[in-house]
T-cell receptor, first 123, second 114 residues
């Protein structure tokens, strides 16, 4: 089974531009989460989507947005880029989210599988 | 709110020696606890998790972790370190009930010296 894929792997942008990152989850996974990883702040949660609905949102400004499509693929967008947005953006997929009740899968099956990340550099 | 602390930014250990990477957590209910490892230029790889049951959890690559509810800790251990274990290790917590995201610690860099 193919893992989580993220495109592009590397991206260089300048301040003020906007960027869109893409994530394709493992086949059958309906939950996608996004994280920002920086050396100083570690891994910070951005959003979590399940069945095209945003279930959770981290403490990031409105310049950061996301969405999920009917095939569970997800995109995140950052507008008006700032130097501090330079980071590794990680996407993770899982079968379900905590609290989700599924007939055949217990709600605890929210183990997340991570993609390789997109390295964004803002100049 | 939930939080995770990894008190050591860096842990150095000699190959063949036991290793411990520390993690303490804070949640208002019962936790799910996870350990992930990140190799250079790679995403995070799942190592092990504690959901319920036995406090000693065994995971991938010979790693194990012990859940200690009274000390709110979930330290990662391995009896004999390998040079290939050198990587960045993340502890994470999520509440069992409610709709809350996974919260990560800042990571601990493990260096195993030959």
């Amino acid at each position: 089974k193919a893992g989580v894929t993220q495109t592009p792997r590397y991206l260089i942008k300048t301040r003020g531009q906007q960027v869109t990152l893409s994530c394709s989850p493992i086949s059958g996974h309906r939950s996608v989460s996004w994280y920002q990883q920086t050396p100083g702040q570690g891994l910070q949660f951005l959003f979590e989507y399940f069945s095209e609905t945003q279930r959770n949102k981290g403490n990031f400004p409105g310049r950061f947005s996301g969405r999920q499509f009917s095939n569970s693929r997800s995109e995140m967008n950052v507008s008006t880029l700032e130097l501090g947005d330079s980071a590794l953006y990680l996407c993770a997929s899982s079968l379900a989210v905590v609290g989700e009740t599924m007939v055949s899968i217990p709600p605890i099956y929210n183990e997340q599988f991570f993609g390789p990340g997109t390295r964004l550099t803002v100049l | 709110a939930q939080s995770v602390a990894q008190p050591e930014d860096q842990v150095n250990v000699a190959e063949g020696n036991p290793l411990t990477v520390k993690c303490t957590y804070s949640v208002s209910g019962n936790p799910y606890l996870f350990w992930y490892v990140q190799y250079p230029n790679r995403g995070l790889q799942f190592l092990l998790k504690y959901i319920t049951g036995d406090n000693l959890v065994k995971g991938s690559y010979g790693f194990e972790a012990e859940f200690n509810k009274s000390q709110t800790s979930f330290h990662l251990k391995k009896p004999s370190a390998l040079v290939s274990d050198s990587a960045l290790y993340f502890c994470a917590v999520r509440m069992i009930s409610g709709n809350t995201p996974l919260v990560f610690g800042k990571g601990t860099r493990l260096s195993v010296i030959a």
